[in-house]
């Protein structure tokens, strides 16, 4: 059973701030990695991927993968309310073609 | 590229009525999934097709969905019948190596 678990929050922090969102998954042979975002009503948006280890920077958002912890990050700089939102954790594990496993999500609400 | 579209946005309809959902994948994509998104269950993946052909339809809920990718551009999800416990959002998604998702249809069926 291939799993990815996320915290379901909600996660709170101040406009501003940093938001940590963080996701684990079973599959050690798990090849690639996806973060989307989705609010409410809406259908989910990719924002990030990463196949290597280490950190991938778009804009306000990193994404980190370590691979040897089976542990995959999103980090957003300087938090807006417009970032509230759930953020989902995907992986591709190994053997599974282009299918991909999604977390439970893991809701953000950034505080004016 | 328009994306991924799916029709109908909204569907409500009586318990026992048929009902079919489409998607039009982005050109070029050669995987397709169809995926339930409840509150209670979250993402649920239904269906997952490669090259047109299904490889993965064990989140199927039961006989009564069914799936089809007759060519590369379109995609059904057939629900006959529907019950109560079928409302939900569904989403289709394409992808080549990331997966983009349609607007989803919001089905109800009372």
């Known amino acids: 059973q291939k799993e990815v678990e996320q915290n379901s929050g909600p996660l709170s922090v101040p406009e501003g701030a940093i938001a940590s969102l963080n996701c684990t998954y079973s599959d050690r042979g798990s090849q690639s990695f996806f973060w989307y975002r989705q609010y409410s009503g809406k259908s989910p948006e990719l924002i990030m991927f990463?196949?290597?280890?280490g950190d991938k920077e778009d804009g306000r958002f990193t994404a980190q993968l370590n691979k040897a912890s089976q542990y995959v990050s999103l980090l957003i700089r300087d938090s807006q309310p417009s970032d509230s939102a759930t953020y989902l954790c995907?992986?591709?594990?190994?053997?599974?073609?282009?299918?991909?496993?999604f977390g439970p999500g893991t809701r953000l609400s950034v505080l004016p | 590229d328009a994306g991924v579209i799916q029709s109908p946005r909204h569907e409500v309809t009586e318990m026992g009525q048929e009902v079919t959902l489409r998607c039009k994948p982005i050109s070029g994509h050669n995987s397709l999934f169809w995926y339930r998104q409840t509150m209670m269950r979250g993402l649920e993946l239904l269906i997952y097709f490669n090259n047109n052909v299904p490889i993965d339809d064990s989140g199927m809920p039961e006989d009564r969905f069914s799936a089809k990718m007759p060519n590369a551009s379109f995609s059904t999800l057939k629900i006959q019948p529907s019950e109560p416990r079928d409302s939900a959002v569904y989403f289709c998604a394409s992808s080549f190596t990331e997966a983009f998702f349609g607007q989803g249809t919001r089905l109800t069926v009372v």
């Open positions: 990463i196949y290597s280890n």
């Open positions: 995907a992986v591709n594990p190994i053997g599974y073609g282009q299918n991909f496993v």
